[in-house]
């Protein structure tokens, strides 16, 4: 099993919907989470760390579920620009370990 | 401006000729480490680095040599590439508790090996 499980997609998308994406995490000892946005071939850039009691950023909302050991991170009204890949990355061993998913690709379309 | 350089952006070799890419960084990090990326497998840890001096294995660190020296620069080693070391190489600076944080990445190196 791999450390850390995504659904690579492609979700497609019409301009103004909902969508969410899921990531799940195998270690229960990981401490920190995160979203990262990575543009085709592009370097990954952070879109949002995810807290336990859940995080909003605009039209972005990430939740945590400990208990399930899965990460979920919501996209409102998606707009074109919204489409890239998003990389759930989960922080284990000590502080001193990051794990990548690989990738959930979201394509919006008009 | 803050940034993270690598050299070369784009390179194709062949079989055992050494080659090295270099990272460097402007933000004063304490905290370096080396991706590579392939189709399915996502960013795997080759090494990480804690400070000048200071390097240690990722996941994926065997056909790879790093240095730390100085703060800035933190160049990835491949003594004898192979074709299985075909992928797109990333380099991300931190500050020391970095991974608590974000975690910068330089724009990407293709490597081709043939």
């Known amino acids: 099993r791999k450390e850390v499980e995504q659904d690579p997609g492609p979700f497609n998308v019409p301009e103004g919907a909902t969508v969410a994406f899921n990531c799940t995490y195998s270690?229960?000892?990981?401490?920190?989470f995160f979203w990262y946005r990575q543009d085709c071939r592009k370097e990954p850039k952070l879109l949002m760390s995810?807290?336990?009691s859940g995080n909003e950023d605009g039209r972005f909302t990430a939740q945590l579920n400990r208990a399930s050991q899965y990460i979920s991170l919501l996209i409102r009204d998606s707009k074109l620009s919204d489409s890239a890949t998003y990389l759930c990355?989960?922080?284990?061993?000590?502080?001193?370990?990051?794990?990548f998913g690989t990738g959930t690709q979201l394509k919006v379309e008009l | 401006e803050a940034q993270v350089t690598q050299n070369p952006r784009y390179l194709i070799t062949v079989t055992g000729k050494k080659l090295t890419v270099t990272c460097s960084q402007n933000m004063n990090h304490e905290y370096m480490s080396w991706y590579r990326q392939d189709p399915g497998l996502g960013l795997r840890q080759i090494y990480y680095s804690m400070n000048v001096e200071v390097t240690d294995k990722g996941d994926v660190p065997e056909g790879y040599k790093v240095s730390r020296k100085e703060k800035r620069n933190f160049p990835l080693i491949l003594e004898s590439p192979s074709p299985n070391q075909t992928s797109l190489y990333f380099c991300a600076t931190g500050p020391r508790e970095s991974s608590y944080n974000e975690q910068f990445f330089g724009p990407g190196t293709r490597l081709t090996v043939l």
């Open positions: 990355v989960v922080l284990t061993g000590g502080g001193n370990k990051l794990t």
């Open positions: 995810v807290y336990s």
């Open positions: 270690n229960s000892a990981s401490q920190s």
